[in-house]
């Protein structure tokens, strides 16, 4: 009989190289939020996934970037610490992109840990020329001793049972540690509130989306068996609240009718989402709102 095996593996690499997009693609459900935007994970959100042979609880962490605000100090952190408490690290690089001082820089952290490390690959489907991924195999090769390269597309890729299985190999054995239907280890407030800040990503300009937090206030289920729920977006600034609301409400309306899609799939309920926008000034600069906003790691 073949033994079970269990374990934690860290999903790191630069902002928006697909890590998220990895994660949902892995356990076949969208739980960590994607978007066109860099630095879309704030926290470490923990995906299982559970099969015949193993439990793999998947932590997607924070783009690796330079800091610019506390919000950006936490979320760094959150990476790093990530590095000491896995059994092992998928590091993702987007070969679209040339080998840079942020690749460098994580080679550098992992070089710090003795935790395997895969190195993915993502993105291939992008490749006009897929002569190209050789040579890149191969100076990723040179600059550092990892336990398996794999390249993948996490967008359209269909099947990840060889990256599974290379996972595998470097997990203990053990049991599983949550029900096989579990997906995340976060409360469904949470999920909602992520997944109403995608949309806001998605539809602001430029100028919005790291200045937004979305916190679900109330969340009931009412006797017709809908799903009430209410919850505010904050942003810093008034003029960034007139961009979130738009013309005559239109924007907020957009946003409510996409989320809404997403949290109905997930509860399986009937929602209805009350949407609120709020200015909190400079709130990743603040400590007590970067707590209160779930943002809990010491500085």
């Known amino acids: 009989m073949e033994k079970f095996?269990?374990?934690?593996?860290?999903?790191?690499?630069?902002?928006?190289v697909g890590k998220s997009t990895l994660v949902n693609s892995l356990i076949g459900e969208k739980i960590a939020i994607m978007s066109d935007k860099p630095q879309t994970t704030r926290n470490k959100i923990m995906c299982v996934l559970t099969n015949e042979h193993s439990q793999i609880m998947?932590?997607?962490?924070?783009?690796?970037h330079k800091p610019q605000h506390k919000l950006g100090e936490f979320m760094l952190k959150s990476a790093t610490d990530t590095l000491k408490e896995v059994d092992a690290v998928l590091f993702v690089v987007?070969?679209?992109?040339?080998?840079?001082k942020g690749e460098q820089y994580i080679i550098e952290m992992l070089e710090k840990v003795t935790t395997p490390v895969l190195l993915v690959l993502n993105k291939v489907d992008k490749l006009k020329d897929k002569s190209e991924l050789l040579p890149l195999i191969n100076s990723y090769k040179q600059k550092y001793k990892f336990a398996e390269l794999v390249p993948a597309s996490a967008?359209?890729?269909?099947?990840?049972?060889?990256?599974?299985?290379?996972?595998?190999?470097?997990?203990?054995e053990g049991p599983a540690y949550f029900p096989e239907d579990t997906l995340t280890d976060q409360p469904e407030r949470v999920i909602v509130a992520e997944l109403v800040r995608e949309k806001v990503l998605r539809l602001t300009r430029d100028e919005v989306p790291h200045a937004i937090a979305v916190e679900v206030e109330e969340m009931k289920t009412r006797p017709n068996d809908?799903?009430?729920?209410?919850?505010?977006?904050?942003?810093?600034?008034?003029?960034?609240?007139?961009?979130?609301i738009g013309q005559k409400g239109?924007?907020?309306?957009?946003?409510?009718?996409?989320?809404?899609?997403d949290i109905q799939a997930l509860l399986g309920n009937k929602i209805f989402l009350d949407l609120w926008v709020k200015v909190k000034k400079d709130w990743r600069n603040k400590d007590n709102a970067l707590r209160e906003f779930g943002f809990r790691n010491e500085y």
């Open 5 to 16: 095996v269990s374990g934690f593996v860290a999903i790191v690499g630069r902002p928006n």
């Open 58 to 64: 998947f932590l997607d962490t924070p783009g690796i």
């Open 94 to 100: 987007d070969v679209t992109e040339k080998f840079g």
């Open 155 to 172: 967008l359209t890729d269909t099947d990840f049972s060889y990256l599974v299985r290379e996972i595998e190999k470097h997990l203990p």
């Open 226 to 244: 809908d799903v009430y729920i209410r919850a505010t977006i904050y942003v810093e600034r008034d003029s960034q609240k007139a961009i979130v």
């Open 250 to 261: 239109a924007l907020l309306k957009t946003i409510g009718q996409q989320a809404r899609l």
